[in-house]
Structures are given as C-alpha cells and as structure tokens.
Nanobody, 126 residues
C-alpha cells in the first residue's frame, strides 16, 4: 500500500522560503515519477512540479519556474520541494503525488494517474 506523508508547511512572509518534504513507502520508490500539486483556497488542484523516476528530468508550472525546485533522494525514499521568493498567490495546500505506473517522466498527468498524500498547508502572508 502506497503511503505518502508531507511535511514542512507553515506560515511564511512574502519573499521567504520553505522546503516541503514527502516520505514515501509501500513499494520501490526509485521506480516511480513524483510530483507536487497544490490547491489554493476555493480553487482546483493544479500541477506545481514533477520529477522523473530516475531524477534526470524535471518539469514546472510557469507560475513557479525559477522559484521552486523539485528534487528526490532515492536512498531515503524522499522527494522535496524547495520554494523561494514566495508570494501570497502561493498560498495553498500542497500535495505530494506518486505516479501509479512505473517508469514515468516529469510531465504533468491527470489526477487519476497518481497516488496522493494528505497535503500540507502553506500560507504566505505578512
């Protein structure tokens, strides 16, 4: 059974940084692409960043390019999202996601193509 547990959310001022982490368990982590999505208040869930199963390619939403960095540590079964230069519009619940199928790249997929964590709240406010 796949389990994904996010951590690292919280309250941060505009311009600040946060690092989200996701611990994965239940199957061989290194075989599966990973992603981060977010759901702002009152809005639909949206893709933020993805990383391929090998870790050799990444993909970002235009709104976070140059500010967010996704990375993975296959030895520790972890994926991270480093968020810099945070803006109030980044306020959302952030979800860790793992591809259901092995060997996928970093591209955004439909929500049914992933297993999901429960999310962690990030609030950007002064």
């Amino acid at each position: 059974q796949v389990q994904l547990a996010e951590s690292g959310g919280g309250l941060v001022q505009p311009g600040g940084s946060l690092r989200l982490s996701c611990a994965a368990s239940g199957r061989t982590f290194a075989y599966y692409g990973m992603a981060w999505f977010r759901q702002p208040p009152g809005k639909e869930r949206e893709f933020v960043a993805g990383i391929s199963w090998i870790g050799d390619s990444t993909n970002y939403a235009d709104s976070v390019k140059g500010r967010f960095t996704i990375s993975r540590d296959n030895a520790k079964n972890m994926v991270h999202l480093q968020m810099n230069s945070l803006k109030p519009d980044d306020t959302a619940v952030y979800f860790c996601a793992q591809n259901r199928d092995a060997g996928r790249g970093a591209q955004a997929l439909g929500v049914m193509e992933y297993y999901w964590g429960k999310g962690t709240l990030v609030t950007v406010s002064s």
